[in-house]
């Protein structure tokens, strides 16, 4: 009974001290242990959600930009006017790095993951909140890494790191708890993918796959090298890049090896420059000397072509019929889709530090240490349309941008 009374007391003293409000604490909806791992959570890995309003749909600001800086802060700002509209942050306010975290938006409501736990559900258009959730109270340590707060049929789903690795679901309408599962290894650092039923999710030397309603842990493969690569589908298969030289197809139902291909000699590491598009899988790698953009056949890990670059790819983007992308010296170049070959290319002043944005087909825009960037494609201008406040040149993370247009996500 009194460690039943000591209990409730430092909850409540963590909660007061950690939100405004005093939010509940979620309990997996699913009751069937064999569903889930981790039943007793700890407040490492629990799970506290506070519910402010409704979500609601929302019309987007299309005058505007979101902007989640490097040093971890979500910004809109008004394209015409080049002011701010306002800004969100973590709830602990010595947490200044993003974490390679991306946001959302579906709606009209922003979904946003921050280093230390914390997922803001928010109004694109004033950036109120509609409901705060967070994975533990850890403070000393970096809880979400290079995640995305995607929602597919109504669930958001992130892998923790650090004393916490779980992988969650997470209602999207109030924040709650929908399952969590504990797994094996803390290096968890990159997206998960959902597809059909399923969630995919890798850790270290393992892929493992989960129902994406219920949590029920259904597949676990192991592999030689740790799975330090984003998870892609086509509609039919699985394709995940190890941290080194390899590159699986993998089958959804079993996690059964369709085929592998080998990168050449000398390179590695494709981490998140990975996307598919019409039954083919398109990549970019890493290398010390000589790396290269590749299109495989998605039934067979055919090769059909391969670009080579002087330095490593850092970034890459599907668009129309073009691959655009940018090298890690800074080098910006569109690719045709089918063959591979390189229509354009533009040696930038500003090295990127984000996603690449299109305003329109000769303007394009990134973030970089200097700030927010407009690059005239004709004349090859960089223009600074938002300066970066404060540099730190010790700050490794990525920002990640985003025009607020009437399409798709």
């Given at each position: ?7 409730a007391i ?7 001290v ?12 699913n009751?069937?242990k ?8 700890t ?8 519910l ?10 299309t ?9 971890g ?18 709830s ?65 789903s ?16 109030n ?7 504990k797994?094996d ?14 969630v ?7 892929l493992?796959?989960?129902d ?8 676990k ?8 690569g ?7 298969n ?43 899988v ?50 910006l ?10 229509r ?24 970089s ?9 004709k ?24 025009l ?6």
């Amino acid at each position: 009974m009194r460690s039943t009374l000591q209990l409730a007391i430092l909850l409540c003293l963590v909660i007061k001290v950690t939100v405004a409000q005093p939010p509940t604490i979620s309990a997996p909806k699913n009751k069937d242990k064999s569903f889930s791992n981790n039943n007793i959570l700890t407040m490492d890995d629990m799970v506290f959600d506070q519910l402010i309003t409704q979500v609601k749909p929302t019309a987007l600001d299309t005058n505007s930009i979101l902007i989640y800086d490097s040093n971890g802060i979500l910004k809109s700002m008004n394209l015409k006017t080049k002011k701010i509209n306002w800004e969100v942050n973590a709830s602990d306010a010595d947490r200044h790095i993003s974490g390679n975290n991306k946001f959302y938006i579906e709606n009209g409501t922003v979904y946003i993951p921050f280093i230390n736990g914390e997922i803001f559900a928010l109004n694109n258009q004033n950036g109120k909140v509609y409901w705060k959730s967070r994975l533990g109270i850890i403070k000393d340590e970096i809880v979400l890494k290079g995640q995305s707060a995607q929602v597919v049929n109504g669930a958001i789903s992130l892998s923790a790191q650090s004393r916490n690795q779980n992988i969650y679901s997470i209602d999207a309408k109030n924040g709650k708890l929908i399952w969590n599962y504990k797994l094996d290894y803390p290096y968890n650092h990159l997206p998960t993918l959902t597809f059909g039923n399923k969630v995919f999710a890798q850790n270290a030397p393992y892929l493992l796959s989960f129902d994406a309603k219920t949590g029920h842990s259904l597949y676990k493969t192991g592999f030689k090298k740790a799975m330090y690569g984003k998870p892609v589908t086509d509609g039919k298969n699985v394709f995940i890049p190890d941290e080194s030289e390899t590159l699986f197809a993998i089958n959804p139902d079993k996690l059964s090896i369709l085929w592998e291909f080998k990168l050449e000699k000398g390179q590695y590491n494709i981490k998140e420059k990975i996307f598919t598009k019409d039954s083919k899988v398109f990549f970019g790698t890493t290398s010390s000397t000589e790396a290269s953009v590749y299109a495989l056949s998605a039934s067979n890990g055919e090769k059909l072509w391969k670009t080579n670059f002087n330095a490593s790819i850092a970034y890459l983007l599907d668009k129309a019929d073009a691959i655009w992308g940018y090298t890690k010296n800074g080098l910006l170049f569109e690719l045709d889709l089918k063959t591979g070959d390189k229509r354009s290319e533009v040696q930038l002043a500003n090295l990127p530090l984000s996603n690449l944005e299109f305003l329109n087909k000769n303007e394009v825009l990134f973030y970089s240490k200097a700030g927010l960037v407009k690059l005239n494609l004709k004349t090859k201008e960089e223009s600074i349309l938002l300066a970066h406040q404060k540099i730190d040149d010790n700050n490794k993370n990525d920002a990640f941008i985003k025009l607020l247009k009437n399409s798709k996500n």
